[in-house]
């Protein structure tokens, strides 16, 4: 009894070390990126600005017919260095609001500029403004899934290729904070 409850102690602090360390890593990385979006943001103040925010109607659920409610997808574009056949840099929105900076500067902007590239970016469902609730009970969050999400992100690309007509162009995404996606989404 003596040895396992020593044991069981030690497996406590082992927990606690671990969640500690997830935790201040978690923190540190929102502050880095914070610093690295304020510096953006002090380089570009005017560009930043001027970044309009588009809406896309999006299904609550992109796998059942008999449920039709939609909300609105935030998105932005960036068409500043694009030319006809050059490639779309899609900036897939993560656990956080998007901002229009993503579309305004950093590396894809820079891709974008060498390669004659159009730059969007879709916030991720339930995050920011992309909300299909006002609350978040847990009834609601059932569509919360990251197959909903890669759906989602189908409709966006398909949704972008018509109208900004980007057939015969080829697509590449960034994302943040999105483990689960593996692929980018390419229109068929």
């Known amino acids: 009894p003596l040895r396992f409850a020593r044991s069981m102690r030690i497996f406590a602090l082992f927990v606690v070390l671990c969640v500690a360390s ?3 890593a978690v923190v540190r990385h929102a502050n880095l990126f914070r610093r690295y979006e304020a510096d953006l943001l002090a380089e570009n103040p005017v560009e930043l600005e001027d970044s309009p925010t588009y809406w896309m109607e999006t299904l609550l659920d992109n796998f059942d017919a008999q449920e039709t409610r939609t909300f ?3 998105y932005y574009v960036n068409m500043d260095n694009y030319l006809d056949g050059g490639p779309v840099l899609l900036y897939i929105g993560g ?7 993503s579309v305004q ?4 902007v820079e891709t974008a500029q060498k390669h004659n590239g159009l730059v969007v970016a879709l ?4 995050y920011g403004e992309s909300q299909p609730f006002s609350t978040f009970d847990t009834p ?3 569509w919360l899934t ?3 999400a890669l759906a989602d992100l189908a409709r ?6 018509e109208t900004y007509d980007v057939q015969d162009s080829k697509w590449f995404c960034l994302w943040w904070f999105l483990p689960w996606c593996a692929k980018c989404v390419v229109p068929p």
């Open 22 to 24: 997830q935790a201040f």
């Open 72 to 74: 609105l997808s935030r």
């Open 95 to 101: 656990e956080a609001a998007l901002r229009s900076s």
């Open 105 to 108: 500067s950093g590396e894809i």
């Open 123 to 126: 916030e991720h469902r339930y």
């Open 140 to 142: 609601n969050l059932k």
């Open 146 to 148: 990251s197959q909903q």
């Open 156 to 161: 966006f690309v398909q949704n972008i290729t």
